[in-house]
């Protein structure tokens, strides 16, 4: 068994769920299973008992044990089940688990540290859409055009094996396991190796709110795993505060992180991560995280529409003691709301004085702090104007915002190139971090559509409940429009839909879209970026904010960095901004001129003065 230090080295995490190696060929398998009076382990088609440990534990060495070994776990009633904490899988979520030797990936990286929060531009991708192949593999070889462009994180949507091939991957069951349809676990590392040999973190999306509908055994070994009478969304809620349950969500969060080499995490809806226990489970995922990697650069970030900032609170001197980072879905929905005007469900929180709310969440973190959101009628949100801009990060669109539309639209076709692309520069030169959806860059107009590879009666379910979801919504209303049209999440036709179309790339408005992006990140790169690691909290400041045109500031260490927008179809005043122009938006704008001293329709001015910093 290798000594701790080499483990490390190694990168291998020793878990308390599952199989581990712990000497050659010798492999302890370990299940928590408080429901099952005897469970035995079916290893290369044989079963043995296994030796109650207490507490609900069942554990067993076996020896001569090879890596690729099939095996699964069989319970009181007969039924043969994966292992919950799966390396792999040899198929299915149904099928046998894989065991895996750790340290069988050969590290070319070895010295990777990672990069600083403030250098993050974050793309946002889907392993299985990304790329025409849709595996680790695949996806590797497309990192290059990412790194060219300026790009510094890849954010992948979740890849714990879900059921079938083909999903977003919120329905993960197998936890610990890469999806066996994206490729194995040493692919998965080759894929986060290459992309360190780049220069880019890789950021995994995980989801700890709640488990898959299809292939979750652990109500059958484990029912003590939940709290019946606590519901979610999704069913039963976890029991964080049980030692067991704690363990598999904080020993996974470790897993990732230094097995696979990973350079943070994204935790999913935490507004459903219900736990009354003395530290909450984040809380404590964060700080054990924090004290074990004390050498490298590890971003913690949030989802949560609660707008909270309890979790990502920073040290008198500025550091990270817990979460890094939140995504702002208020940026996305008021940008949404003033490129297209739509302002049904959530929109309608945004509905009057937009501009004037897209100014706060410049200037202050988030637009609602405590008032009253109109969809639910409820407070929403704390204080956030105390947070330093990096405490955010920005959008104007990602999976959740286009893929649950019914027809999977992406922004540049709802609102056209103009105001895409005055969007895209708010987003790209401000100080917040952002975050761009895959395709953004190349002004992809392939959907980006729900898809699921359910059977059978699971596969009805979701279909007509999708279906019903949007009845009502704009476009669905009485004689509006047929809600039978909105594509089957289960037909594979509505998955290969959404693979991103590279041809682009070679196009005359690929290129073009392509160059305008990194023009801006070679802009935020050289100039906004430098300051971002002095940045602490009020540092914004509403300048103006005069019909669509609005004007922020921002104290950045000794610079001002000011940013004036013109958001909407008239020309408007244009304000004085201090110091040297960084960016301006040239040309028209959808045919509309402007005069000498004004801000022509969907265009933007960006400024910086450096004069204290330079005293």
Request: one cysteine or more; proline letters at 7%; aromatic letters at 10%.
């Amino acid at each position: 068994m290798p000594s701790a230090d080499t483990a490390t080295e190694l990168r291998t995490f020793p878990k308390t769920w599952g199989a581990e190696y712990v000497a050659a060929g010798e492999v302890r398998f370990r299940l928590w299973a408080p429901g099952q009076q005897e469970v035995k382990l079916r290893l290369d088609g044989e079963d043995t008992p296994m030796t109650g440990a207490g507490d609900g534990w069942f554990e067993i060495l076996a020896t001569g044990v090879e890596p690729g070994t099939p095996y699964q776990y069989v319970l009181d009633d007969g039924l043969a089940i994966a292992d919950p904490a799966s390396r792999a899988q040899k198929a299915d979520v149904h099928g046998p688990s894989l065991v895996i030797d750790p340290t069988a990936y050969p590290w070319q990286e070895t010295d990777w540290r990672g990069r600083p929060w403030e250098e993050a531009v974050i793309y946002e991708l889907h392993v299985g859409t990304f790329a025409e192949g849709g595996t680790f593999r695949s996806a590797m070889e497309r990192l290059p055009h990412l790194a060219r462009l300026g790009i510094t994180a890849v954010e992948i949507m979740p890849v714990a094996q879900f059921a079938g091939n083909r999903g977003w991957g919120y329905d993960g069951v197998l936890l610990y396991a890469p999806h066996s349809a994206y490729g194995s676990p040493e692919d998965f590392k080759a894929f986060v190796d290459a992309a360190h040999g780049l220069g880019l973190m890789v950021l995994l999306d995980v989801v700890y709110n709640h488990f898959g509908p299809d292939g979750n055994y652990l109500p059958a070994c484990a029912p003590d795993f939940f709290h019946p009478d606590t519901p979610t969304p999704w069913g039963a809620a976890i029991a964080y505060d049980k030692d067991p349950v704690r363990r598999f969500f904080i020993e996974n969060a470790l897993y990732w992180l230094e097995e696979f080499n990973l350079d943070g995490l994204r935790f999913d809806a935490i507004d459903q991560i219900r736990d009354e226990s003395e530290k909450h489970v984040l809380v404590e995922i964060a700080e054990r995280i924090r004290s074990e990697n004390p050498d490298r650069h590890i971003h913690l970030t949030t989802e949560d529409n609660r707008n909270v900032t309890f979790l990502h609170e920073r040290g008198k001197d500025g550091t990270v003691p817990l979460h890094t980072g939140e995504w702002n879905d208020d940026f996305h929905n008021v940008i949404h709301v003033i490129a297209t005007g739509e302002t049904d469900a959530y929109y309608q929180d945004f509905e009057k004085e937009p501009h004037r709310h897209l100014a706060r969440v410049l200037a202050e973190g988030f637009a609602h702090q405590g008032d009253v959101a109109p969809s639910t009628g409820e407070k929403r949100g704390s204080p956030s104007t105390h947070q330093p801009p990096t405490a955010f990060v920005d959008f104007i669109q990602n999976h959740d915002q286009v893929g649950n539309r019914a027809f999977g639209e992406r922004l540049l076709t709802l609102a056209g190139q103009d105001r895409v692309e005055a969007l895209l520069a708010v987003l790209l030169l401000s100080p917040h971090i952002p975050l761009m959806f895959m395709g953004e860059e190349m002004g992809e107009e392939r959907p980006f559509l729900f898809f699921t590879d359910f059977h059978g009666d699971l596969a009805k379910a979701v279909r007509e409940g999708r279906r019903k979801e949007f009845t009502g919504h704009a476009g669905f209303r009485a004689g509006e429009g047929d809600t039978s049209e909105i594509p089957d999440p289960n037909a594979e036709k509505t998955f290969t839909a959404c693979k991103l179309d590279w041809n682009r790339l070679e196009s005359e408005t690929g290129r073009q879209w392509t160059a305008f992006v990194e023009r801006l990140l070679t802009l935020r790169r050289g100039n906004i970026v430098p300051l971002l690691a002095g940045a602490r909290g009020h540092a914004g400041n509403i300048a103006a904010v005069e019909g669509g045109m609005i004007a922020v500031s921002w104290t950045l260490g000794g610079a001002t960095l000011s940013m004036a927008a013109n958001l909407s179809d008239s020309p408007a005043k244009r304000p004085n901004l201090p110091g040297n122009i960084l960016y301006e938006t040239t040309g028209t704008r959808d045919g509309k001129s402007a005069d000498d001293g004004d801000l022509p329709p969907w265009s933007v001015v960006v400024a910086i003065d450096a004069a204290e910093g330079r005293k």
